[in-house]
């Protein structure tokens, strides 16, 4: 699962990847890896996995991954093949979530692509062509689905009828995700189609150092832009948070942060967001081996979560032994969590809940 970092020429996005592929320096479990020159492995900062570290004291710690692709500035006429509008559509396209930074700062020795800084017309520019691409897709489906259609054929009447939907939502200027569906809708036409303008979408409004705690107006203009999109809004001083990654020091960066009034980077935010963003989960396995962070997605059952580690846990699943999150941190060990009765056994059909500490029994 990864999540694609979009936007126009100049407004941050390679800095915001360069600054994710230094959040190492955030703190000591934070690495990052290059599988591609523009994808990056980072890892999800979660408190909880070091509280788990200090109680098992294990040999090694694993957190949670989440992928990011830093994605070339997408420019007017990108669906029609201008500038790198193919490949850039064809990387959004694999991607499940986009990050679209959209530059929300006042600077004359920085040139923005259009002249001037704004917004909401920045996010336009994209949605544009991104909705003109879903629209090239919905219409080449309608030209099969009309003619099943004309023949009386049920299903396809109700397929068309979601796609028509679809196409009015577009030609109006909507993205798919502000389009409503009813769920079956959804999950039987539209879904299958993978239209861009569907996947989850965080904007991320790139600010000064000064608007990096409450933000602009060019932040309220996003907000109230988005407000009936379904999508997430995160204020980002994408300059600020490079400098404060340059820091060797644990504590320097924590004065920095002080200083300017945030309790964390906001990078981390950033990358949890991503990871919600994804409709994904962690769950833990705790031993003095490994304390590990596994991902799944929310509503994974417990065979699923167990076919994670190894498929052989999936086939062979007998049950999970389960311990919340919570109780372990507060009963400190295993050991006492099971005196305290609040270890549980789980069957098949359980789902597994975030933070859950988690052993499977199984036999292959």
């Not at 999950?187 to 989850?200: N, Y």
Request: glycine share 8%; charged share 30%.
């Amino acid at each position: 699962m990864k999540a694609g970092i979009v936007g126009l020429p100049n407004v941050g996005k390679s800095t915001l990847f360069n600054c994710l592929s230094n959040a190492k320096a955030q703190s000591a479990n934070f690495p990052f890896c290059t599988i591609e020159p523009n994808i990056g492995v980072v890892n999800v900062p979660d408190p909880r996995i070091k509280r788990l570290e200090e109680l098992v004291n294990p040999e090694r710690v694993q957190p949670a991954t989440v992928e990011i692709v830093d994605i070339a500035g997408l420019v007017k006429g990108a669906s029609k093949g201008e500038g790198l509008g193919n490949q850039f559509l064809a990387n959004i396209r694999e991607t499940d979530a986009i990050l679209h930074v959209l530059r929300c700062f006042d600077n004359d020795n920085i040139v923005h692509v259009d002249g001037s800084i704004d917004p909401i017309r920045d996010k336009e520019t994209i949605d544009m062509e991104l909705q003109l691409k879903d629209l090239e897709t919905v219409e080449k489906k309608l030209e099969k689905v009309k003619r099943a259609a004309k023949t009386g054929n049920k299903e396809a009447q109700k397929e068309e009828a979601a796609l028509l939907k679809a196409k009015a939502g577009l030609e109006a200027g909507k993205s798919i995700r502000a389009v409503e569906f009813t769920e079956d809708e959804h999950k039987e036409f539209i879904k299958p189609l993978q239209f861009i303008t569907d996947k989850p979408v965080m904007y991320v409004c790139n600010v000064n150092e000064e608007a990096a705690v409450n933000g602009n107006a060019h932040v309220d203009r996003v907000r109230e832009a988005v407000k009936d999109e379904n999508a997430e809004v995160l204020v980002l001083a994408v300059g600020t948070e490079a400098d404060i990654t340059e820091l060797d020091d644990y504590e320097e960066r924590q004065m920095f942060l002080q200083d300017i009034g945030l309790e964390e980077p906001g990078s981390a935010k950033l990358i949890r967001g991503a990871y919600s963003l994804l409709n994904l989960q962690t769950y833990f396995t705790a031993g003095v081996k490994e304390v590990r962070a596994w991902t799944i997605p929310i509503g994974a059952t417990a065979p699923q979560a167990a076919g994670v580690i190894h498929t052989d846990f999936e086939k062979g699943f007998i049950r999970a032994e389960v311990i919340s999150y919570n109780d372990f941190s507060e009963l400190g060990s295993e050991a006492k969590v099971k005196e305290a009765g609040k270890m549980r056994v789980e069957g098949k059909d359980y789902v597994v809940q975030n933070g859950d500490v988690m052993h499977f029994r199984f036999n292959v």
